[in-house]
């Protein structure tokens, strides 16, 4: 047997390679970063990212100092030194290198500040924290604000200024491909701006612990070319449209029959709640349920049935008590609200 072999065979047959070839899809699951700021598509996340290649290697070399020096004077000199040497050190390397170091990390990070808050932005929207999910609404170009929860697009290039918010406690709104992270607070208006430098579809996710449904509270972003974005939100502000099928009909007298619209909006029909998402366009969404399941027939029969099984804290009471039949025609009426 090689010797490459018996040594593959004796980490195997040890407890502790057991160990680690069981924790090993653990370890390869970290590298997929769907939320990594080191990916950056966005001005803000490549700043961001500058930053942290810039203070890593600084810290390293501080680290290495500070030990090198605490080896020098325990292992190689562990004598007594001069009362002269030893307040120069103190001096030099406890007050002068650290105060100069955290001043020029102040002055570079002001710096990257004024660069990533921008001055003039090519489009507004509101953002606000609910508990879980996300109250998003463009300012379009006639001045009208357009919901469109849980979803944030933007154009390519162009910068956007967010207006953030929350109800009852408090969220952090975090695009991490795009830009930093900013706290939502209740009663309190702050502002963000987001400027993406490459299309795609990227992940933004609570990140402030707000209570029992925090980890599934997240948004898909979706970067699109400036003529496509336009065009979507055009439609987005546009009322639902009539049900094309006799089960969406049926679904849309259930909609309503059932109570929904105490809750939910459809705009261009009865149903104009406030309490949860507008729906109006549900069907065009990427995702239902902040960012739980990707939207499908299945996943809103899943959904309405139970969503407190889906999504544990979710505040929309279940539809269980309804039939099969009656779930799907529901589900056939979301999907048709494009």
């Known amino acids: 047997m090689q010797s ?7 980490i ?14 653990l370890w390869l699951a970290g590298c997929d970063g769907p939320q990594s ?9 490549d700043t961001v990212a500058g930053l942290f290649w810039v203070v890593v290697p600084a810290a390293a070399v501080i680290w290495t100092v500070v030990i090198g020096l605490a080896v020098y004077a325990g292992a190689i000199t562990p004598r007594p030194h001069s009362e002269k040497g030893a307040s120069r050190l103190i001096l030099w390397g406890g007050i002068v290198a650290p105060t100069a170091t955290i001043f020029a990390l102040m002055v570079v990070s002001l710096f990257l500040l004024r660069d990533v808050t921008g ?3 090519d489009l507004t929207l509101n953002a606000r924290g609910e508990q879980w999910w996300w109250r998003l609404a463009y300012e379009d170009p006639q001045g009208r604000l357009v919901p469109v929860p849980n979803e944030l697009r933007l154009p390519v290039g162009h910068e956007a200024e967010i207006l953030l918010t929350a109800n009852r406690v408090i969220h952090s709104f975090w695009a991490p491909t795009l830009g930093g992270k900013i706290d939502m607070i209740p009663g309190r208006e702050n502002r963000m701006t987001l400027t993406p430098t490459t299309p795609g579809v990227y992940r933004g996710q609570c990140a402030e612990f707000c209570g029992e449904a925090h980890a599934q509270m997240a948004f898909p972003v979706v970067v699109m070319q400036p003529d496509a974005f336009d065009d979507w939100l055009a439609g987005q502000a546009q009322p639902a449209r009539a049900p094309a099928t006799e089960a969406a009909r049926r679904g849309a007298e259930l909609f309503l029959s059932e109570g929904c619209g105490a809750c939910h909006t459809v705009r261009g029909t009865p149903a104009s709640g406030e309490v949860g998402p507008d729906l109006t366009h549900v069907g065009s969404r990427l995702t239902i349920g902040a960012g739980v399941l990707e939207t499908s027939r299945e996943a809103l029969i899943d959904w309405i049935a139970a969503p407190e099984v889906v999504k544990p804290g979710a505040r929309m009471p279940g539809y269980a008590m309804l039939s099969e039949a009656e779930l799907g025609y529901l589900a056939d009426y979301l999907m048709g609200l494009e």
Do not use: D, K, Q
């Open 119 to 121: 001055n003039s932005a």
């Open 37 to 45: 700021w080191l990916a950056p598509a966005g001005r803000g996340a």
């Open 4 to 10: 490459g072999e018996g040594t593959s065979l004796r």
């Open 12 to 25: 195997v047959h040890h407890p502790r390679g057991r160990r680690l070839i069981v924790l090993m899809p």
